[in-house]
């Protein structure tokens, strides 16, 4: 008896680690090394490699593979069919699995629908990957980045809506919804307290 739920049509591969409360659902494959936190969803043909460490509450969309090197901590969301990479330069005649890059989701970020994160980069705190972008480098705490390659665009509350700030300088803005204060100094955005 397990406290998490599996569909018959999935594949967990004896040995992953899968927390309380997580469901996964059709035609998934979840690899025999793979770590999954409580109370995720796992959707429709989701791979998960080995390597892999996906923390609690995490929301993976349809269609989404997770490989190697891959970490995604508290509150991600992946929309469907976005991609992950683990190799920068892949071809398939050359063995590069000593190469892999690691890609690093910190806590809250949004990955947007059909979007791409290229290998080696950290998507920051809350941040927002626009549907279809490609993320080719770093992407700050709160930063809301769209298009190919990525640029950013603006500054994203935990709530997940756009804050009236500039990118660049210092400001402050409190989020309407939540009446959360941020402020802006030096191009870093930080979260100061809720009311």
Known sequence: MTDYFVHESAIVDAG???????????????SSAAQIGRNCSLGQNV?????VNIGHNVKIQNNVSVYDDVILEDDVFCGPSMVFTNVYNPRSFIERKKEYRPTIVKKGATLGANCTIVCGNQIGQYAFIGA?????????????????????IGWMSRYGEQLDLPLTGSGSTICPHTGDRYEL???????I???
């Open 16 to 30: 992953a680690s899968i927390g309380a409360g997580t469901h996964i659902w059709h035609f998934c494959h979840i």
């Open 47 to 51: 791979y998960v490699a080995n390597k």
């Open 132 to 152: 279809g972008s490609v993320v080719t480098r770093n992407v700050p705490d709160f930063a809301l980045v769209v298009g190919v390659p990525a640029q950013q």
């Open 185 to 191: 100094s030096n191009g870093t955005l930080k979260w």
């Open 193 to 195: 307290s809720c009311h």
